[in-house]
């Protein structure tokens, strides 16, 4: 078992930044990659980036790409993902997610085998 807890989250105005959190406990060691997702009301979950722990390569969703970072710590299990640069549709619950195999897409939030609890991100215009 994998626990992740985000933080991090808030209201900013849009063209702002805001920096996400995510602290992993439990079994970590089978973390192959570690993604952030997000969730806007009445849409499906989708992905925003992720990061392969063993080698670092990360991967964004387009709609991201240039303005949010993902970074990871393994030795204090943390991922984080700054985002610069917010919009109005960035506006979502953000999931953190661990994905313990290599088998499977890493964009697809059904190959994450545990979750957080979510944090809210607000972008006003």
């Known amino acids: 078992q994998v626990q992740l807890v985000e933080s991090g989250g808030g209201l900013v105005q849009a063209g702002g930044s805001l920096r996400l959190s995510c602290a992993a406990s439990?079994?970590?060691?089978?973390?192959?990659?570690m993604g952030w997702f997000r969730q806007a009301p009445g849409k499906e979950r989708e992905f925003v980036a992720a990061?392969?722990?063993?080698?670092?390569?990360?991967y964004y969703a387009d709609s991201v790409k240039g303005r949010f970072t993902i970074s990871g710590d393994d030795a204090k299990n943390t991922v984080s993902l700054q985002m610069d640069s917010l919009k109005p549709e960035d506006t979502a619950v953000y999931y953190c997610?661990?994905?313990?195999?290599?088998?499977?897409?890493?964009?697809?939030?059904?190959?994450?085998?545990?979750w957080g609890q979510g944090t809210q991100v607000t972008v006003s215009s």
């Open positions: 997610a661990v994905k313990t195999t290599f088998v499977g897409s890493k964009y697809d939030t059904s190959n994450y085998d545990f």
């Open positions: 990061i392969s722990r063993r080698v670092g390569t990360t």
């Open positions: 439990g079994r970590t060691s089978s973390s192959y990659y």
